[in-house]
């Protein structure tokens, strides 16, 4: 058996370069009076601190650059190849610590959860988008692909972009944001405005909401959270308990016997590497887990060793990482779950520690609103602003916490439609980041991959029509047409009738020219745009992931007849060899082109490039194979 030590130590290691990461992530018209101005509210990536920001000195402090990143992580894989063949671990962690406490202590924060350094902040950039249009790459700086891909459907005049120092009170971001919301309604000579908020930047929107209802009901005329952290995540709650460890049933991979369980290791490392191959700090993730899983962890001499040098060290690491540098972070405290909070607590405070009185207020208070979270949405909507809420699902989070819905927890005994406890941790439904659950504020969710369990699923309130994910599931060929998986019910989150559901997206990829974009453009400046209000939208879709720029699947692309199947070429209702070898067929002109208005032809172009060729029939053939998901 592996040693829970180890798999802790390197978890260490590995939740360092997550922290240092985690903040680095994703038409032509002319300017349009007509709307509502759009303000964006980006998440902690949009919001890098900078030291003397907004002057000629600023200088960017937190996050590292690519290349700094690049030449970390290059020499702490070289050290853990030196450590594999000396089991001397003390250099690994002397220089994790090395140069993560540098880039920590800059941004540290007072007992009391104010700023320590009154020259580090966020550069404000106050003007609408058109202001810095002619700086391409300032205007996407300020207002990221997806503020700038908005701007080029409604106007550059309509756009801004509040930014905000995530360190720090939900609460007083939220009172930044509602004088910035005067401001622009000034400036744009307009009575209301509309917020777009993805990621951390819905914690500060939601809250705003709540604390400002008497103006914002006012103020505001729709408002669209994406992959809202508002509710938490679960690999901030594990980052906050102490659990960053690494475990095997971290990986989760569909087992060609039968449903709901697992291949082994081999498989299972596809899975997750399949999700974030193109991310570096992946590449990292992934060279570590596989020494991890290695035999060579095994050995009795090992351990022995791990247990003698490290043991002391261990704790001090987490001190240094938890307790010292981020239990001040206001701002991650609220992307802590209501479900983690009092381990979260108990954890941070040690028993020999009073902590600070203001800063306890302060976390209890946002516990208090993440707990209405609910509440804050169906009032603003009775109030007359038009909410959504969008939120993805089936990738797989960052595989260093714990597994709460393992058959260790006993989780396999519950009834079939009782998916209370199946809510969070690494089997759950994510971007990669957020949790589906909380990113919908309620929707439950089977655990990644399980379609046995999925096939069963009925739904959970009477809402006298279907909120269940009626997708089909590509990962299974065997899947005929109409056999569908239900692994979402809509009907338990906040708002079931403005909850949309985005299948194989990541966290913050909004690309530039995807029509990702102009699902959001719509949710921010349409009326009524609840999920039953276009085909194009329903409430549950797809990511073509695999395609430059990202493609949304809609409703439109899906034939009325119930006939359309991505990657389905032979029309007989699954995803096989068959298929890759017709589609090789037609694109070397052996069988006639399929009209491009024809099933067949949706059917077969996978990667959408209004073309079927050669690249289309490898994509079908690793679907087939399982090798990937469309």
């Not at 058996?1 to 290691?13: A, C, F, G, P, W």
């Not at 987490?318 to 972070?329: A, E, H, P, V, W």
């Not at 046995?452 to 005929?480: C, E, F, M, W």
């Not at 389905?568 to 002109?589: P, Q, T």
Request: net charge negative; proline share 3%; charged share 20%.
């Amino acid at each position: 058996m592996k040693n829970s030590l180890v798999k802790r130590t390197l978890s260490i290691v590995l939740s360092a370069v997550m922290l240092i990461s985690c903040a680095v992530s994703v038409f032509a018209v002319t300017d349009n009076n007509s709307i509502d101005p759009v303000i964006i509210v980006g998440g902690i990536d949009a919001n890098p601190l900078v030291a003397n920001p907004n002057s000629q000195d600023a200088e960017t402090v937190f996050p590292p650059t690519d290349a700094e990143m690049s030449y970390y992580i290059g020499k702490l894989i070289t050290l853990m190849n030196t450590a594999v063949a000396s089991n001397n671990y003390d250099e690994i962690l002397n220089y994790t610590y090395s140069w993560v406490y540098p880039i920590m202590d800059k941004i540290s924060m007072n007992n009391d959860g104010t700023n320590k350094s009154n020259n580090v902040g966020v550069q404000k950039y106050t003007h609408s988008l058109s202001y810095y249009r002619t700086d391409a790459e300032l205007c996407e700086k300020v207002a990221g692909t997806l503020g700038k891909g908005m701007a080029e459907k409604i106007g550059y005049n309509n756009i801004y972009v509040f930014q905000y120092d995530w360190r720090l009170d939900p609460f007083e971001n939220a009172d930044n944001l509602a004088q910035f919301v005067k401001e622009v309604k000034e400036k744009a000579h307009k009575d209301q405005v509309s917020i777009v908020c993805e990621g951390y930047g819905a914690n500060v929107a939601v809250t705003y909401l709540s604390t400002h209802s008497d103006t914002a009901y006012k103020d505001i005329s729709k408002f669209v959270t994406v992959s809202s952290a508002f509710m938490g995540t679960s690999l901030i709650g594990d980052l906050f308990t102490g659990n960053l460890i690494v475990k095997d049933s971290s990986f989760s991979y569909p087992n060609n016997v039968g449903y709901g369980q697992f291949q082994g290791l081999t498989s299972a490392y596809i899975r997750w590497s399949n999700d974030f191959s193109d991310n570096p700090i992946t590449a990292f993730s992934t060279w570590l887990t596989n020494y991890i899983l290695n035999g060579e962890w095994e050995t009795q001499a090992y351990i022995i060793n791990i247990m003698t040098m490290m043991g002391h060290t261990i704790t001090k690491m987490y001190d240094k990482y938890l307790r010292d540098m981020l239990k001040s972070y206001l701002g991650l405290w609220a992307m802590v779950p209501l479900e983690y909070y009092d381990d979260a607590f108990e954890y941070m405070f040690t028993d020999t520690e009073e902590p600070n009185a203001d800063l306890v207020k302060k976390i209890n208070a946002y516990k208090k609103l993440q707990a209405n979270g609910t509440k804050i949405l169906t009032d603003a909507q009775k109030a007359g602003i038009d909410v959504s809420v969008v939120a993805m699902w089936d990738l797989q989070l960052l595989p260093i916490g714990n597994d709460y819905m393992s058959s260790e927890s006993g989780n396999d005994e519950r009834d079939i439609n009782d998916m209370s406890n199946e809510l969070y941790g690494l089997s759950a439904q994510s971007d990669g980041v957020i949790d589906t659950y909380y990113a919908s504020f309620g929707a439950y969710c089977t655990a990644l991959n399980d379609a046995g369990r999925a096939a069963l699923i009925t739904q959970t309130k009477d809402k006298n029509h279907d909120h269940l994910s009626d997708v089909y599931d590509y990962l299974d060929p065997t899947h005929k047409l109409g056999a569908i998986c239900h692994y979402i019910d809509a009907s338990t989150c906040a708002l079931p009738e403005n909850t949309y559901f985005i299948r194989n997206m990541k966290h913050g990829t909004f690309e530039e020219g995807s029509n990702a974009i102009d699902f959001i453009d719509w949710l921010a400046c349409t009326d009524d745009t609840d999920i039953h209000s276009r085909f194009e939208y329903p409430q549950f879709m797809a990511a073509n992931r695999y395609v430059s720029p990202t493609i949304l699947i809609t409703g439109s692309e899906i034939n009325p007849d119930g006939q359309y199947l991505l990657g389905d070429v032979n029309l007989d209702g699954k995803v096989a060899a068959d298929d890759a070898r017709l589609c090789l067929r037609i694109a070397a002109k052996l069988e006639p082109m399929p009209d491009k208005d024809s099933v067949q032809f949706k059917n077969a172009d996978v990667n959408d490039d209004k073309e079927i060729t050669a690249s289309d029939a490898r994509i079908i053939l690793r679907v087939a194979a399982r090798l990937q998901s469309f």
